[in-house]
């Protein structure tokens, strides 16, 4: 896993433009305190040192991602302290080198360096942890997308994994548990977290959900009409014209007649074909 602001081009020119602003930022204030230096310091010392902070927060990524799981929060705060001293010493330490070097001509540059230390200082830690915020975000936000897909490729295996039809369904009634050949089952409804199991003579109450026995029974007899009744092929003996655009399932020998839906109408329409 890369750091986030250089596997994305958009971020890689918000990262670059974000310190161009700083950069700018930085010359016109010191500019504006320190009118007693020169121009060219103040210009070279904001670029190495906001280009070498810029470099240091990219890096920062690494450990962060590899130790983020520290739950300790000693441990956390002393990850984070040793963090901030090592990135501020090659920061600093680099940025004085280099711009010390570039103006070796300015004998001033020393001074100009250590007067604005104290606020560099400040300001790096406001900014560092910006960026530590921004990371965690990063890795929380991969983390929940990753759980998602492996989520969603379990569902998907599921789904795709043969269902074996029920033969009978077990039922409690009076104390007894009951086997039901599902070739005597007319039709389910729906009854909110259950459903009733109609036979000829009786009907029982049983949990799982609708979908559930919509995968688990046999395909070849029963039919979803209605996202309230599923029903068996073998029992149905008319399909009657309600109302405009609405039919009802009547079964045979029994007296009640079954709603169908639009979409339960097509698919039972094909089942009968």
């Known amino acids: 896993m890369n750091n986030p602001f250089l596997t994305s081009i958009p971020l890689r020119y918000l990262y670059i433009g974000i310190w161009v602003i700083v950069i700018v930022t930085q010359i016109a204030i010191c500019n504006y305190f320190f009118i007693s230096y020169s121009p060219q310091s103040i210009v070279t ?5 906001s280009i070498l902070q810029a470099v240091c927060l990219l890096a920062l990524w690494y450990p962060v991602r590899y130790y983020r799981s520290v739950l ?3 441990l956390f705060l002393l990850f984070h302290l040793l963090l901030v001293v090592l990135s501020f010493s090659i920061w600093l330490g680099l940025g004085y ?3 010390s070097l570039i103006l070796s001509h300015d004998g001033n540059y020393t001074y100009y360096f250590l007067t604005l230390l104290p606020v560099r200082i400040v300001f790096g830690i406001l900014v560092y942890i910006i960026f ?3 990371y965690y975000l990063f ?3 991969r983390e929940i997308h990753s759980q998602q897909q492996q989520m969603e490729e379990v569902e998907s295996t599921a789904s795709q994994a043969p269902v074996e039809p029920l033969t009978r369904i077990s039922v409690k009634k009076s104390g007894a548990i009951h086997f039901i050949p599902v ?3 007319l039709y389910i409804e729906a009854n909110g977290d259950y459903v009733l199991i109609y036979t000829k003579e009786t009907k029982f109450l049983k949990d799982r959900t609708m979908k559930y026995w919509e995968n688990h029974l046999p395909a070849e007899c029963f039919v979803r009409i209605h996202r309230s009744f599923i029903v068996n092929l073998e029992y149905i003996d008319k399909i009657e014209l309600y109302e405009k655009d609405s039919y009802r399932v009547q079964l045979k020998g029994y007296e009640r007649s079954l709603k169908v839906s639009n979409s339960g109408y097509k698919l039972l329409k094909q089942k009968i074909q």
């Open 97 to 99: 080198l280099f711009s």
């Open 132 to 134: 530590i915020l921004t």
């Open 72 to 74: 300790s929060i000693p």
């Open 183 to 185: 070739n005597q089952v």
């Open 139 to 141: 890795l929380s936000t």
């Open 45 to 49: 010392d904001s670029i190495v040192c």
